[in-house]
């Protein structure tokens, strides 16, 4: 099997920065491309669209507070990459961000940016190790 293309997903935590790393090294000892990948919450289209430009701005410049620390690492470590924004139910962005990209490969980490988080994002693991068409590695 050969592995062109590796998605990460991260969320700014310390697992997540770990699953980055790994992907840096393995990526560029491979000759795979990284798509990064970072779920947002949808904003409610009920709102006024004053509040709506606020909100959006504002997660927008989370994400991207989030993807510029795995963006330098991938660029010092002369590793081809891609960064998507997406928003939604995180293992289902996750999984259909896989498919549509063609990744060979998911890696991410075992748990989120806090405890309680981290308690999400470990279920959200759990779940794209049921429902990914293509092998995940997690990174501890």
Do not use: W
């Not at 991207?64 to 139910?89: I, Y």
């Amino acid at each position: 099997m050969q592995i062109r293309k590796i998605l990460v997903p991260v969320d700014g935590s310390e697992y997540s920065q770990r699953a980055a790393e790994y992907a840096a090294d393995f990526a560029k000892l491979v000759g795979a491309e990284v798509v990064l990948l970072i779920c947002r919450m949808s904003i409610p289209p009920i709102l006024g669209q004053a509040a709506y430009d606020q909100a959006r701005n504002s997660l927008v410049a989370q994400a991207e507070e989030v993807l510029e620390p795995c963006r330098r690492l991938l660029r010092e470590r002369g590793v081809p990459f891609a960064d998507r924004v997406l928003e939604g139910k995180v293992e289902v962005a996750i999984v259909d961000a896989a498919d549509y990209e063609r990744c060979d490969l998911i890696i991410m980490g075992s748990r989120g940016h806090s405890e309680l988080e981290g308690l999400l994002l470990g279920s959200v693991t759990h779940r794209v190790l049921q429902m990914a068409s293509c092998p995940v590695m997690v990174i501890r």
